[in-house]
Antibody, heavy 117, light 108 residues
Framework: EVHLVESGGSWVQPGGSLRLSCAASGLSYSDLWMNWVRQVPGKGLEWVAL????????KYMDSVKGRFTISRDNARNSVYLQMNSLRVDDTAVYYCAGGWGWLTLYWGQGALVTVSS | EIVLTQSPGTLSLSPGERATLSCRAS???????LAWFQKKPGQAPRLLIFDASNRASGIPDRFTGSGSGTDFTLTISRLEPEDFAVFYC?????????FGGGTKLDIK
């Protein structure tokens, strides 16, 4: 079993930056592909980015390419989402999620990011 | 990008009834890498079904996934009060990974 806890959610002005962290506990974290998935309040789920077990492969949804960067530190059992040039439509609850391959089996409780002037 | 279209948008049923939720993909989902999630307000999504028809650990057998290619179905055989929520299908075969728009299952 893997337990995930997000942190770093906050209010930020448009154009600003924020870094989300996700700490994992439990067995086999370094065997997991990790993702960030978001949910705009009142809307559906939206996949944002994923990173491979060793961090060598990353993928992003089109609207965040060039603005967001996913990374991980397996020594710290952590994954990160650096978000730059934030826009109002990036406002959402951001979930950290992981699994074997691209299937997301384990999920955190989410971190709220609010982008507003 | 694979677009997933879920229907109906809202389904109103009573406990004990059978629920049938549909998910249609804009192109074939390779290896049937299609999952179903249950989402309740304030909670993390919960994986119910993966690879179209495999129940995740701890999921009751009243939840059944079926289908292949472009047409997938989640069936809940006898609704329990705790089943009422929003359900999302999700393909993890190709990037970008995508979710359907959701089906809200509410109590009639």
């Amino acid at each position: 079993e893997v337990h995930l806890v997000e942190s770093g959610g906050s209010w930020v002005q448009p154009g600003g930056s924020l870094r989300l962290s996700c700490a994992a506990s439990g067995l086999s974290y370094s065997d997991l592909w990790m993702n960030w998935v978001r949910q705009v309040p009142g809307k559906g789920l939206e996949w944002v980015a994923l990173i491979s077990k060793d961090g060598g492969q990353t993928k992003y949804m089109d609207s965040v390419k060039g603005r967001f960067t996913i990374s991980r530190d397996n020594a710290r059992n952590s994954v990160y989402l650096q978000m730059n040039s934030l826009r109002v439509d990036d406002t959402a609850v951001y979930y950290c999620a992981g699994g074997w391959g691209w299937l997301t089996l384990y999920w955190g409780q989410g971190a709220l990011v609010t982008v507003s002037s | 990008e694979i677009v997933l279209t879920q229907s109906p948008g809202t389904l109103s049923l009573s406990p004990g009834e059978r629920a049938t939720l549909s998910c249609r993909a804009s192109q074939s989902v390779a290896k049937n890498y299609l999952a179903w999630f249950q989402k309740k307000p304030g909670q993390a999504p919960r994986l119910l079904i993966f690879d179209a028809s495999n129940r995740a650990s701890g999921i009751p057998d009243r939840f059944t996934g079926s289908g292949s290619g472009t047409d997938f179905t989640l069936t809940i055989s006898r609704l329990e009060p705790e089943d009422f929520a929003v359900f999302y299908c999700h393909q993890y075969a190709v990037s970008p990974l995508t979710f359907g728009g959701g089906t809200k299952l509410d109590i009639k």
